[in-house]
């Protein structure tokens, strides 16, 4: 990229960058230090606010460079990340917002602790969040690398390196300063930011071929080199059936995952009643389905107006498809159009990865704090205590995420993310559920639902090829791969649902029908909720 393109987009991001340090500094002079400020903002957002915020916890790096950058590669196939991460709300709304924000305080351990043994079942939850945010953190900072190399021409590894660790070193001062507040501010101005720009880049796409949507599809299955077939399934998942196995475990992860992410189960505790909860999901199904339309229409303009070559060419896994696509409608390399769109565009994605990397450290830090640390200490712990380490946990995230994202940044965002949602989808989904409508539910059934998830989750992972085995893969030059699909999620979650029923029934703990009864008439009524 030329001098100005650099120049531009860098000041536009030091601009986003300057205004959140702002809020943050602001909200941490105004801060009272309580448990409840640091971990829900004081339960003091509107459900507009609150939906907006979800929307800018949601509308991740994967989405907005990773998802567009598939569909620009493979086409339909790549729509099934839209199709999956939209229907995963309906899941959301219908069976988990209204119920955990009676239940729960602060984290998903806190609804499954109402009515069993608590230290087993918070230490399982709690090491169960901490793995998925991690996961989905390393999607981000991949993202960054990603867009930072591309801004750069690609010439330089030392600063993609750079960019993830100044990406880490920023999500910690957000969340260790200015806790839940501040990041759900930070969150709002990111959602109005990558909405806007979303519309306006869609506008061109769709001028740039005279509103005739079956011209752009019809020139995408052209400049693809693959005809029709770019526009009918099979094109990624339909070679073998390996590959279908692939498509329906991803399937099963994006829909169901959503329902077990720590980040957005934390969002519901940050509005005051659980009819707040479920207007906020309204809100986010409306920004998030206007959004995941317009990715369609970018990635398959991208398909259209870039090319998949040159997306290729920038990126291998094509994250870099929209700041592409945005250079090409301002009118090229080295117009002031292009350099103009290009800039704002990845200034947008920065934007977007560091607002969404701060949600899931917030959430990742508060099970570390309020369930693994709590727990372990056996005595009460103060809340101001808890404080103090959910903000030094944060730090040790952030080193985690960072190691983790300089190992795995050749890899498409919205593909890592998937592996996240498959992990949420087969360790907390699962005792979720069961906590919430099973009668007969026991301590070990839900220790044994996390782990039974968790654990042959991230085995699956660690013997197929996304690890080793293949070109593409994290360690191309070994080979132990022994589990052909790429997404564990249709062995895993299944496994998930089949230990925590095991557990249960192989229990010698009678289940305690008063706290369930008392957890249904909570979760129903709302009538004894925080």
Not at 160 to 173: C, H, K, P, S
């Amino acid at each position: 990229m030329t001098g100005s393109h650099q120049t531009l987009a860098l000041l536009l991001f030091s601009a986003f960058v300057a205004v959140t340090l702002g809020i943050t500094t602001w909200v941490s002079r105004n801060r009272h230090g309580s448990a409840e400020e640091f971990y829900a903002g004081g339960r003091l957002f509107s459900p507009m606010e609150n939906g907006f915020a979800i929307s800018g916890d949601y509308m991740s790096a994967a989405s907005f460079l990773g998802v567009t950058g598939l569909i620009s590669l493979y086409g339909y196939d790549g729509l099934l990340y839209v199709v999956g991460f939209l229907v995963a709300w309906l899941v959301v709304l219908f069976l988990v917002a209204e119920l955990v924000r009676n239940c729960g305080r602060f984290t998903l351990a806190d609804v499954v602790a109402a009515r069993m043994n608590e230290r087993p079942v918070r230490i399982a939850a709690g090491t169960s969040s901490v793995t998925v945010s991690v996961l989905y953190l390393v999607a981000q900072m991949v993202g960054a690398g990603s867009l930072v190399a591309l801004l750069l021409g690609g010439s330089s590894e030392a600063a993609r390196n750079w960019t993830v660790i100044g990406v880490g070193a920023l999500m910690v001062i957000y969340v260790s300063l200015g806790g839940m507040r501040a990041t759900t501010w930070i969150q709002i101005v990111k959602a109005v930011l990558l909405l806007s720009g979303s519309i306006a880049l869609t506008v061109l796409v769709l001028v740039r071929f005279h509103g005739d949507v079956n011209e752009l599809l019809r020139s995408a299955a052209e400049r693809s080199g693959h005809g029709d077939a770019f526009l009918a399934p099979g094109l990624k998942y339909g070679g073998d059936w390996t590959a279908r196995f692939d498509f329906i475990s991803l399937g099963l992860a994006l829909v169901l995952g959503t329902a077990g992410l720590p980040h957005i189960l934390a969002r519901f505790y940050t509005v005051p009643t659980a009819r707040a909860a479920r207007r906020s999901v309204v809100w986010s199904i409306g920004l998030i389905g206007g959004f995941y339309l317009m990715t369609i229409v970018l990635g398959f303009g991208a398909a259209a107006i870039v090319g998949p070559e040159a997306v290729r060419g920038a990126n291998a896994a094509g994250n870099t498809a929209v700041p592409l696509l945005a250079l090409d409608l301002g009118g090229g390399a080295n117009s002031a159009g292009g350099t103009v769109l290009f800039a704002v565009v990845a200034a947008i994605a920065f934007a977007t990865i560091l607002a969404v990397v701060a949600g899931i450290t917030l959430a990742s830090s508060a099970s570390v704090a309020h369930d693994l640390y709590a727990s372990l200490r056996r005595r009460h712990v103060k809340p101001r205590s808890e404080v103090t380490v959910a903000r030094t946990a944060a730090v040790g995230i952030g080193v985690v995420a960072i190691a983790l994202g300089l190992l795995a940044r050749d890899l498409n965002v919205a593909f890592l993310v998937g592996l996240a949602f498959a992990v949420a989808a087969s360790a907390n989904l699962p005792v979720l559920l069961y906590s919430l409508f099973w009668r007969s539910f026991t301590t070990r059934g839900a220790v044994w639902a996390v782990y039974g998830g968790l654990v042959p989750a991230l085995l699956l992972v660690l013997l197929s090829p996304v690890v080793s085995g293949s070109p593409d893969s994290l360690f191309p030059s070994v080979d132990f791969q022994y589990f052909p699909l790429q997404n564990p999620g249709l062995v895993s979650i299944p496994l998930g649902f089949l230990s925590g029923w095991l557990g249960t029934v192989t229990s010698a703990e009678p289940p305690d029908e008063a706290k369930h009864a008392e957890t249904e008439v909570r979760s129903l009524t709302g009538a004894g909720a925080v």
